[in-house]
Every structure is written in C-alpha cells, then in structure tokens.
C-alpha cells in the first residue's frame, strides 16, 4: 500500500510538472465615454506577461487599436487592428507599449500596455512627442510603467 501511495505522488508530480502554463488575457475595451472622460481605454494602463494577450474589445465602434511611433520594444510587431472590430493580440517581447485609437488620438485616446518587467524603452517612449490631450493622458500611465 505504501508503495502503491508513493507511486501515485510521482505520477500526480510529474502530470503537475507537465501541464503547460497558460497565458493569460486582458481586456481592454474602447469607448466613447468612460473612466478618465470621452474617447478612452478601459483600463488605459495593463500589466501583462510575455506570452500574455489583450482583447482590445469594440465596445462603441468607430475605434481602432496602433501602436504609437516610437512607443514599443525594438523589434516588436507594430499593431494596427480594423476600426469597430474585437481583435486580441500576443504580446511576446517585454517592454513598454504606447497605443492608440488613431481616429481619436487628437482626442487623447491613449492607453500603455506594460509587458514583462524588461522596460528598456521606457525613456525612448516618455520621449515621443504628442498633442496636448494624448500627453496629458500619456504622462500618468507612463508614470505607472515606471513605478512598476
């Protein structure tokens, strides 16, 4: 019986062992109105893992997820998704990433979305000029980022 008990804690160890991790996915939705005043991200700032997904949902439809020139890892896929559409991106290298939903970045429409804990683009994102409403909304989440 002992031995049947120790082999049943190995198997139960090595099935443990082998079970793959699973991402995780985030959910940032776009709106007209929020958290924060008109034409926003809920949440506007994220903290994933690599590996990690955001769902960029259209919840009011006229808006689109970019990323900003200037604002991602170097060597990071450029995102762009289509206006009024749900779309969910993998986020694999670590860094800073600074979006925006580009028919309403006049607007302030900004978000960041932090990936791992590698941000060596953080000074080169805190750099990147905007117009006056996207820097007003850029400079708190890039003060979070910073924090983290």
Known sequence: MA???TLLAATTLCLAAATPVLAAEVTMKMLNSGPGGSMVFEPSFVKIAP???VKFLATDKGHNVETVKGMAPEGATPIK???GKDETVVF???GVYGV???PHYI???VGVIVVGTK???LEAAKAVQHGKLAAKRF???LAQAEAK
Do not use: F, H, I, Y
């Open 119 to 121: 941000l060596d683009n």
């Open 107 to 109: 607007m302030g429409m």
């Open 92 to 94: 694999e290298k670590e």
């Open 51 to 53: 590996g990690d997904s």
């Open 139 to 141: 400079e708190p989440l």
């Open 100 to 102: 925006k939903c580009a």
């Open 81 to 83: 998704t289509t206006v």
């Open 3 to 5: 031995r049947l008990r």
